[in-house]
Structure formats: C-alpha cells, structure tokens
T-cell receptor, first 110, second 117 residues
Framework: DQQVKQNSPSLSVQEGRISILNCDYT??????FLWYKKYPAEGPTFLIS?????DKNEDGRFTVFLNKSAKHLSLHIVPSQPGDSAVYFC?????????FGTGTSLTVIP | DTGVSQDPRHKITKRGQNVTFRCDPI?????LYWYRQTLGQGPEFLTY????????KSRLLSDRFSAERPKGSFSTLEIQRTEQGDSAMYLC???????????????FGPGTRLTVT
C-alpha cells in the first residue's frame, strides 16, 4: 500500500532552469511532509519540509508547494545546478512511522 | 564526524546465515529508526526506538528480524536465517524528539548493503 507516490522515476533539466519534482499521497491524515535528497553511497539528507497548515515553504533555491485538496506536493528547485543531481524522496510521518515515495532521480545537465 | 554511522557498510552472506548490523546515532538523539531500501524503492520503515524502548514495528519485520537498543545509545539489527529476499540496503536514522512530539527531521546513516547469495 503505497501511501506516498512519486510517479516520475527520473527527470532531466538544463542547468539554470527550474526543476519540478512531484509527489502525491493518499492518506488525508498526513499533516507534515518532508523532502530528502540522496547521493549514491550515502544516506538520504533532509532538504525541506512543510506543514499542512501552509501551502508553501521556501528555503533559498528550494520551494515546496502543498495542495491539500489534490493531495499533491511539489518541490521546485530554481535555478537548478549540477550539484542538485541526486535522487529526491518525499516522505510523510504518521504517528511514529514515516512513509517514503519511490524517489525521482534528477539529472541537471551543465 | 558526529553524524549517524553504520557498520559494516557492506555484507555478503550465504542464505541461512545470521547477520548483525550496528547503528550509532547522533549522540543527543533519543529516537532511532531502521529502514530497508530495495532498488527503485524508497526507504521502508522497519522499526523505531524511543531511547531504549522499541515502540513500533512494521509488518515487514518478520520473526527472523530483531532489533535492540541497549541503554538507548547504539542499536543492532539482527537477521536470522537470511533469505535472498533480505538483500537490500538497511538504513538507520536518528532524530531528536520528545514524548510530546518533536522534530520530524531525521538524520540518516550511509546504510549497510546486504547481499544474500
């Protein structure tokens, strides 16, 4: 039962352009969402989060948007840089369990 | 380095053998999580400790799996009678939380890659 879904396994973007990574969820009880970035041979690292009381949270080049009615969130990276090339996971906690999406592999082309 | 560490980084074992992994969390973190990640999937929750108490276990955690966190510091994950389906990356994460609720931000270790032949 995949409660958090990332339907795009991969995304390629030119350096300097915007990267948009999408995430959908099915559990309406989720009230907090996180994005993690993962480089090869490393564990995921926290990137940005958003509470369900907000519809937008911004941190430098990274912005997360939340559309509760659509059960959809997106991560915008602008401008994209080659160092952003990684796998991005969205996640949501429910109780003490965390539910992760399957990840989107972002490649930023110089 | 004060991050989360895991040992070993790689483990190759034959089917039927027992394996044990270790996780050392960030020292002041009271919460510790174990996840399993297979190719093309996100981390899947296995179990969670608040200090030394194991508070939650996933249905993924069969009877062959056992986790401990003695004294609320490092944790071990043991898999008995390994099967080829156990081949995966095992990730450990820690966070600073409280009984009343705390930060959701988890800090992950580099993982232990298990290959069962």
């Amino acid at each position: 039962d995949q409660q958090v879904k990332q339907n795009s396994p991969s995304l390629s973007v030119q350096e300097g352009r915007i990267s948009i990574l999408n995430c959908d969820y099915t559990n309406s009880m989720f009230d907090y969402f996180l994005w993690y970035k993962k480089y090869p041979a490393e564990g995921p690292t926290f990137l940005i989060s958003i509470s369900s009381i907000k519809d937008k949270n911004e941190d430098g080049r990274f912005t997360v948007f939340l559309n509760k009615s659509a059960k959809h969130l997106s991560l915008h990276i602008v401008p994209s840089q080659p160092g952003d090339s990684a796998v991005y996971f969205c996640a949501a906690p429910r109780g003490d369990q965390f539910y992760f999406g399957t990840g989107t592999s972002l490649t930023v082309i110089p | 380095d004060t991050g989360v560490s895991q040992d070993p980084r790689h483990k190759i074992t034959k089917r039927g053998q027992n394996v044990t992994f270790r996780c050392d969390p960030i020292s002041e973190h009271n919460r510790l999580y174990w996840y399993r990640q297979t190719l093309g999937q996100g981390p899947e929750f296995l179990t969670y400790f608040q200090n030394e108490a194991q508070l939650e276990k996933s249905r993924l955690l069969s009877d062959r799996f056992s986790a401990e966190r003695p004294k609320g510091s490092f944790s071990t994950l043991e898999i008995q009678r390994t099967e080829q389906g156990d081949s995966a990356m095992y990730l450990c994460a820690s966070s600073l939380g409280s009984v009343q609720g705390g930060s959701y931000e988890q800090y992950f270790g580099p993982g232990t890659r298990l290959t069962v032949t």
